[in-house]
Structures are given as structure tokens and as C-alpha cells.
């Protein structure tokens, strides 16, 4: 790993739509981005179009700051995503507090 790849962790609130967890991969596979470790926690049973409930995942990955906020810009403005944050995979705190 090169000394500008970074650990970082992305937070995610989405739609619990069906195809929202694939387009919220998408654009790791577009940068060449491996997810290290991905948490999702999600509503039980079929997803329900009407109720709009959310799911919660946090993806931790290793990749330049460059390209870590391009994820979680490219993500958080997705119609599905209701909020994306990157985070310092190292002190778990906003990266721009970690800086």
C-alpha cells in the first residue's frame, strides 16, 4: 500500500429500496476500490415502496483523500442516498476534523 492510501470509513443512509445498496457500490468498482469491511443494518422482510424506510452502512476502505471524497461526493448526491459522511477509519471522526 503507498504512503497516500489512507484508511477510511464512508456512513451511508439510504432508501431501503432493493437496487440502493448496489448503486451505492457502483462507484467503488468505477475507481477501482475494494470495500474492506462493509456493516448494513437494514429493515427486516420485503421492502415496503410506500413506507420509504432506511438503511445504515458503513464501508471502510483504503484509498488517496482524492478519491475518498469523490466516493462520498459521487454517493451522498445518488437520489436513493439520504445523507453520506466520510470518516477517518483511524480516530473515527470527520476527516475534515481529523486534519
Known amino acids: 500500500m503507498s504512503a497516500d492510501r489512507s484508511c477510511h ?3 451511508v443512509e439510504a432508501d431501503a429500496h432493493p437496487n440502493a445498496l448496489l448503486r451505492v457500490l ?3 468498482a468505477i475507481h477501482e476500490v475494494m470495500p474492506l469491511r462493509m456493516r448494513l443494518d437494514a429493515p427486516e422482510g420485503p421492502p415496503v415502496l410506500t413506507d420509504c424506510p432506511t438503511f445504515h452502512a458503513e464501508i471502510a476502505f483504503h484509498a ?3 478519491v475518498a471524497e469523490r466516493l462520498c461526493a459521487r454517493i451522498g448526491v445518488m437520489p436513493a442516498v439520504r ?3 466520510l470518516l477517518s477509519a483511524a480516530m473515527d ?3 475534515s476534523e481529523a486534519a
Open 64 to 66: 488517496s483523500m482524492a
Open 93 to 95: 471522526v470527520p476527516v
Open 9 to 11: 470509513r464512508l456512513v
Open 83 to 85: 445523507e453520506a459522511r
Open 26 to 28: 457502483e462507484p467503488f
